[in-house]
């Protein structure tokens, strides 16, 4: 996106490098902001395991930030009031994931072709525990398939699977494309708990968000009132309104529309 790139090459499987250790920007500190600043693994969907951004800390912010890799381009590891504004994110598989309180806003996720014989999921939450205030949440986005993605309509795309017991997404909002499987939403293997993830989502639109064929999970919500996802906006959900204009970035605090 800006005249800035930061790019690694580095891979679980290609160099030996642990899912961290392969960032090419590693932010581990509190107040934070990026901008304007391309992030890039380039490892390929041959490299599996290969995050372009990691972040560990309280207080971070990426604004026009684009953020490129296969699987795990994006780990938000931990801390609290991490948000991402007018980005792009390319990925493959659990290509947004940690266990963070996030939000993704005002920004488009491109879905990449992955390898032959493999399925695409967008996100991975890593929620351990139902007392930790944290999810992923996609807010006003815009997901779409690549160009080369598109070329294979065979390839099934879910928007989640659990990492974690407790894995949290909402995904409100936001624009889907016609390539989302109807199901939505996988498991991460045969022994993932559907009764104590939280997923959600409310108010989408496009031809992928039609929820008719989503799973049938204790844990799947479709939500329709405004009051349902109050908790999840900008304002309370990474109190937005206390230290996003300290940055001086856009936001909105609250619902859209």
């Not at 690549?146 to 294979?152: G, N, R, Y």
Request: hydrophobic share 35%; net charge neutral; glycine share 8%.
């Amino acid at each position: 996106m800006g005249k800035t790139k930061i790019v690694s090459t580095r891979s679980q499987k290609r160099t030996g490098h642990g899912i961290g250790e392969s960032a090419a920007l590693d932010i581990n500190s509190d107040f934070v902001l990026a901008k304007d600043i391309s992030i890039v693994n380039n490892a390929g969907p041959e490299g599996e395991q290969a995050v372009a951004l990691r972040t560990a800390g309280n207080f971070i912010a990426c604004l026009r930030c684009s953020i490129e890799g296969f699987q795990d381009t994006l780990y938000t590891h931990h801390g609290v009031n991490h948000f991402f504004y007018n980005c792009d994110i390319f990925g493959t598989i659990d290509f947004v994931f940690g266990a963070a309180s996030m939000v993704i806003q005002n920004s488009t996720i491109h879905v990449r072709r992955p390898l032959d014989g493999q399925q695409t999921v967008i996100t991975a939450d890593g929620r351990v525990n139902n007392t930790k205030n944290t999810a992923i949440v996609i807010h006003n986005c815009s997901i779409i398939p690549t160009p080369e993605l598109k070329a294979h309509p065979n390839v099934k795309t879910h928007l989640g699977r659990p990492w974690k017991k407790y894995a949290r997404t909402i995904i409100m909002q936001t624009y889907m494309e016609d390539f989302i499987d109807p199901e939505g939403w996988m498991k991460f293997n045969e022994s993932s708990d559907v009764t104590t993830l939280y997923y959600a989502e409310f108010w989408n639109s496009g031809p992928g968000s039609n929820t008719s064929g989503r799973v049938k999970w204790p844990g799947y919500h479709n939500l329709n009132k405004p009051n349902d996802v109050k908790d999840f906006t900008v304002e309370k959900f990474i109190n937005g309104n206390e230290w996003l204009p300290k940055f001086h970035i856009p936001y909105s605090a609250g619902l859209v529309r």
